[in-house]
């Protein structure tokens, strides 16, 4: 990293993530990279689905990793003594547990009251599912999120970003750094209790605006924003691929009409009797040329047409290209940081650790045996 400040606008925080899989790890990721000494904590014991190899542990990058066998009470009390100067402590295990470790958060900010802790959970730290399993899917669910997704028919499966991500790691960051702010000013920390399900339908607000306002249905696929408007929607084109159309505001859908080439009239576009047509011309247009062709017929317009690609394809997209999004480090592909802070330019991602790889400068002892060396291991 380059720049006026050391690593970024939140140097000088300590935070201790006690490992685990998904959305925790993910904020973990994100307040590393703006800055933040972020020291992993793992547990000696691995399992197959567990183990990865450093270069592919893309969640742990530019952190720090000990390993500390929890079940052994002065391994409880390094830890503890971590905590006694750290700004953060981020968990993800299931309510109760860090309490049974002796690690909740009475004993830790009872010996650091300005400390933030960070919990993040599914179903949140109260409530009658608290205490239950569950997966991203399975938490966005009972939300509506999942049941609005899609076209008719069965809903579709938005991967774990709807959830573990943005309804998750994403609040857990906002909340860590608004308490942060205010511990600054204080010298109080309190508990983040981070929910999927609380984020979830948090991130649903617009989406609850239109139902409150009657321009939105409870029939998934039949909506604006869900694929049921012919002008936001994705279309299939010669080559078996997809252009993705979101031309919502009418002089975007003229733009996108005239360059598709189709005899549409644009003061037609909110004439819901007429979108079942409108859909068929537009797919029958699309199916006449390959994605490539119509990336070029809409390059450069406002017509707010862009191909669909994949995941590898993306790399190549001259936008993203141009902006540096994506980057390969040594052959693994990936994302630079994000958002970008103009004192801080990254030049590229920072590396993650092998597991225990810090504990000879960090925690001598106690220590539990390390990893192989080269891998690293994450856990939920």
């Known amino acids: 990293m380059t720049g006026d400040g050391p690593s970024g606008p939140l140097a000088g925080v300590r935070v201790v993530e006690l490992a685990g899989i998904g959305p925790c790890p993910f904020a973990g990721m994100i ?36 390993v500390l066998d929890l079940k052994r009470p002065e391994a409880v009390a390094a830890l503890l003594d971590l905590c006694d100067t750290a700004d953060v402590l981020l968990e993800g295990f299931r309510p109760g547990v860090a309490e049974r470790l002796g690690l909740g958060p009475e004993p830790v900010q009872a010996r650091n009251p300005r ?16 205490a239950t399993a569950g997966h991203d899917i399975t938490y966005i669910a009972p939300t509506g999120a999942l049941h609005a997704i899609g076209a008719s028919g069965a809903p579709a499966v938005p991967l774990n970003l709807v959830g573990d991500l943005g309804g998750g790691a994403a609040y857990l960051v906002m909340g860590v750094l608004a308490a942060l702010h205010e511990a600054r000013s204080t010298g109080r920390g309190q508990v983040v209790d981070a929910a999927i399900v609380d984020g979830t339908v948090h991130l649903l607000g617009i989406v609850h605006s239109l139902l409150a306002d009657g321009r939105w249905s409870d029939e998934r696929g039949t909506n604006l924003l869900d694929g049921g408007a012919p002008f936001y929607a994705a279309y299939r084109t010669l080559d078996g691929e997809h252009m993705a159309v979101g031309a919502l505001e009418p002089q975007f859908f003229a733009t996108f009409v005239h360059l598709l080439g189709v005899d549409v009239d644009p003061a037609d576009q909110s004439d819901r009797a007429r979108w079942d047509g409108m859909r068929a011309t537009f797919a029958a247009a699309f199916a006449t040329r390959t994605r490539h062709e119509w990336t070029e017929v809409f390059a450069g317009s406002d017509a707010c047409v862009a191909p669909v690609l994949s995941l590898r394809e993306a ?14 480090v040594d052959g693994v592909l990936q994302s ?19 597991i225990g790889q810090h504990n000879p400068e960090v925690a001598p002892t106690p220590q539990s045996p390390q990893a192989p060396a080269g891998r690293a291991r994450r856990r939920r």
């Open 115 to 130: 400390l933030v802790y960070g919990r993040m959970t599914g179903w949140g730290q109260i409530g009658p599912d608290a």
């Open 315 to 328: 790399a190549g997209h001259p936008h993203l290209a141009d902006r540096r999004s994506l980057v390969e």
């Open 31 to 66: 307040l590393a990279e703006m800055g933040a000494d972020v020291l992993r904590v793992d547990r000696p014991v691995r399992g197959v689905m567990d183990v990865l190899d450093p270069a592919a542990d893309l969640l742990g990058r530019g952190k720090r990793s000990i």
């Open 336 to 354: 630079m940081p994000a958002p970008r802070f103009s004192r801080h330019p990254r030049t590229a991602p920072a590396p993650a650790p092998a």
